[in-house]
């Protein structure tokens, strides 16, 4: 059996180009990317035997002394292990020593991270934030809506198109919407959101494909879909003039559940409009379906005009 060879970039260079090519989401890919560039770094920096459990546990408690939190250590160790499992698949290295590096095991996590969320005011206040006398303004105003009123991912968004959202048992539902993981859900919408959409469309002259749209210097639109980044850059715009400087995308998802459970919606409710990765363990546990006349963001508490 051939050998991965510590100093052969061509071959490592192979070896991540598959084990990215297996990944679905444009963010795994990334972070995936950054944490095998940054194992490779390391290991090539010094003379390392050939790789190994010792290896990678050496590599794991390096990451340790320079104070990385468990979520960047744990992240970076399933890139190696999965760089790992395509070097056995290709007879790169013995499969039983592919198994002892699976069994490397991550670091624990202490306490709970408590995240940021907005209250009801801040959320009125950042969907209110766009001026929607401008087209600009309508398609941000729209934006916010579904990130709050719906916990969509950025990426989410960014990927909604009209044809998702459709009419179910009388309310506004994003429809068979595919998530983390390959994950499909359905996502109830209030009748608010939808009309922050209806506006935005109108305005900008669309009704099929891509819901959220680029928009030029010149005002005016075009045919590619907003990105992530983009999103991203679209709330920094408005936060920073609201003293909200920190609050992310992934924070309005937050502040979903967070208004959510206030309001008292039941809490598999909103698992099930999160999608959560142990919502069919829910399901089979507490035998619940999802209700879309009584949904979670019926209970955000949110008055629009």
């Not at 306490?111 to 941000?140: E, F, M, S, Y």
């Not at 809506?145 to 990426?155: F, T």
Request: charged share 25%.
């Amino acid at each position: 059996m051939s050998e991965l060879v510590r100093d052969d970039r061509a071959q490592w260079e192979r070896l991540k180009a598959l084990a990215l090519d297996g990944l679905t989401s444009p963010n795994s890919k990334r972070a995936y990317e950054s944490a095998l560039n940054n194992f490779l770094t390391w290991y090539r920096a010094e003379l390392r035997p050939p790789i190994s459990k010792a290896v990678v546990n050496s590599y794991k408690a390096h990451l340790e002394a320079r104070g990385c939190g468990a979520s960047t250590i744990n992240g970076r160790l399933s890139a190696v292990r999965k760089l790992v499992v395509e070097a056995a698949d290709n007879g790169l290295i013995d499969p039983e020593m592919a198994a002892g590096i699976g069994r490397v095991r991550g670091v624990g996590r202490r306490g709970v991270r408590l995240g940021n969320w907005l209250d009801c005011h801040q959320a009125q206040q950042l969907i209110q934030a766009p001026d929607i006398a401008t087209i600009t303004g309508k398609r941000d105003r729209a934006l916010f809506a579904v990130l709050i009123a719906c916990g969509l991912r950025r990426s989410e968004a960014a990927g909604l198109e009209f044809e998702d959202i459709q009419q179910r048992q009388q309310r506004w539902v994003i429809v068979d919407l595919l998530g983390k993981h390959g994950r499909m859900r359905s996502v109830p919408m209030p009748g608010w959101a939808k009309a922050d959409i209806d506006r935005w469309s109108t305005a900008a002259g669309i009704q099929t494909g891509r819901v959220f749209r680029p928009i030029n210097r010149g005002g005016r639109l075009t045919h590619a879909s907003l990105t992530d980044k983009c999103i991203w850059s679209t709330l920094r715009k408005y936060t920073a003039g609201l003293g909200l400087p920190k609050i992310a995308p992934h924070d309005l998802r937050r502040t979903y559940a967070k208004l959510a459970h206030q309001g008292h919606a039941p809490i598999e409710q909103i698992q099930l409009s999160l999608g959560h990765e142990s919502i069919q363990t829910t399901e089979r546990y507490l035998g619940v379906k999802q209700n879309l006349r009584d949904a979670p963001c019926d209970h955000l508490g949110i008055q629009m005009e």
